[in-house]
């Protein structure tokens, strides 16, 4: 209640000042006055024209997080549509993804909040229960087409309790990706699947054997999606909270198992240890270890595939499955969608930004021009003409294929709210760093969660 309050404080204070702004743009006009010498009544028409042009000039904001190819593809995107309506000017704010949730909640608060935003899907459930932020994409069926979307793909990723306030930017998921020199170097059979007690004795014994090579590049934010959840997943089939009834689906003594797991990969070399991997933290591929193929294997969404391939050129990459226990009672992992776009509902031109979104969609030039720099598209029609023109990249393409016959199924929502996220991370980082034994950080932890859902209650 004390949000609603806040905003709605917020908005009257837009109001007053939007007010105070038309009293004062309605006043008379100052009487007109003889034109000075040398000015002539073309010009003065000609330089009202331009101010009238002005005037009817249309500014979008348009925030996104991104690297350098996607950041190229999106401003393309841009400038085609800006070329197709010059009274549209969309301008571009690019960003690290680093501290991109929290600048997205304080705008959102503050009323500052771009027209256009891309959302990342663990946070943008947070944003939608905090308030009424965004558009529902429904209530503009003349302006946005969405049939190109594979409808239960959209109804699980998008839609929310019957309105379409977010829009899938391609169909992604959680990869292992491979630098097959690596493999072949340290003689890890890239056919074979991978489970959790594999990982953790083939990556010791590789360590022991190399000690200049890790089996698996990571880092502690991205343990918890790729870790600690998908193992607990497997364990007891259920979200790591379960939203309907507000509660926690692990025991102590399974989150104690993964936690001493992952703690076990760290002592055993099978990881890279915390403080050399952390600062690379959210960029991994750029730990000068995996660009000299030190590390065998790789974590990634695939819409960053691109980014891990990149940085080592001249290395054939391959993608395997993700690791599954064999007692396993779900896969733990699913086909996701890497970000969603959004449209500020208290944007000042929110049918331009809709056909905006309908152009960077549907458009076959838009289509063609964002490729797959946001993973493989969501889109029937933008999978056609980019598999058409050999747009896509086959190892993306093969990580969600290998993701689409998982049975496991998201937990976004209070497990992915900040709070939550930064909980399962801080407890992570307390095992890493040797703070907290495993025991320790699961009481803390659990501890923690029960005071935030508490709080929901």
């Not at 009293?23 to 330089?47: D, R």
């Not at 270890?289 to 990459?317: H, N, Q, R």
Request: aromatic letters at 10%.
């Amino acid at each position: 209640m004390r949000k609603g309050k806040k905003l709605a404080c917020l908005f009257m204070t837009g109001l007053m000042a939007a007010s105070a702004l038309t009293a004062c743009t309605n006043e008379p006009a100052p009487a007109a006055s003889n034109a000075p010498e040398g000015e002539t009544t073309t010009g003065k028409a000609a330089e009202k024209t331009t101010e009238k042009a002005s005037a009817d000039q249309i500014t979008l904001r348009f925030m996104w997080w991104g690297g350098d190819a996607r950041n190229e593809a999106t401003l393309a995107v841009i400038d085609q549509y800006e070329k197709l309506h010059p009274e549209v000017k969309i301008e571009a704010e690019m960003n690290s993804d680093q501290g991109y949730i929290d600048k997205v909640s304080t705008m959102l608060a503050n009323g500052t909040a771009p027209d256009i935003l891309q959302q990342n899907v663990d946070s943008l459930p947070d944003f939608i229960s905090r308030g009424d932020f965004f558009v529902d994409f429904k209530d503009y069926p003349e302006l946005f087409d969405p049939s190109g979307f594979d409808e239960t793909f959209i109804s699980q990723f998008g839609t929310f309790d019957g309105k379409l306030l977010a829009l899938p930017t391609g169909m992604s998921c959680l990869a292992t990706v491979a630098n097959t020199a690596a493999a072949e170097a340290c003689g890890v059979d890239l056919t074979k699947q991978i489970t959790w007690d594999s990982m953790l004795e083939e990556g010791k014994a590789l360590h022991a054997q190399n000690p200049d090579y890790y089996f698996m590049n990571v880092d502690t934010k991205i343990l918890c999606e790729y870790v600690l959840r998908p193992y607990l997943r497997q364990i007891t089939g259920e979200s790591f909270i379960i939203d309907s009834e507000k509660k926690i689906s692990f025991t102590k003594e399974q989150l104690v198992e993964v936690l001493q797991y992952i703690k076990d990969c760290y002592d055993g070399g099978v990881f890279e240890a915390a403080e050399d991997s952390a600062t690379f933290k959210g960029q991994i591929h750029t730990n000068p270890k995996w660009i000299d193929g030190k590390f065998v294997f790789a974590y990634g969404p695939s819409s960053s595939i691109s980014l891990l391939m990149d940085a080592i050129p001249e290395t054939k990459c391959s993608v395997v499955q993700m690791p599954m226990a064999e007692d396993r009672v779900s896969d733990g992992y699913f086909a996701d969608t890497p970000q969603y776009m959004t449209v500020n509902k208290n944007s000042e031109h929110v049918e331009e930004a809709v056909k905006f979104m309908d152009y960077f969609y549907n458009d076959a030039q838009a289509q063609e021009t964002l490729k797959d720099v946001r993973s493989v598209p969501p889109t029937k029609t933008a999978r056609a003409l980019c598999a058409e023109k050999g747009l896509l990249n086959a190892t993306v393409v093969e990580a969600v294929d290998l993701a689409a016959g998982l049975n496991g199924r998201s937990d976004k929502g209070y497990t992915t709210s900040a709070e939550v996220y930064a909980i399962q991370e801080d407890m992570i980082e307390s095992v890493a760093y040797g703070q907290s034994t495993p025991e320790e950080a699961a009481d803390n932890a659990i501890d923690l969660i029960s005071d935030y859902l508490s709080g929901l209650n």
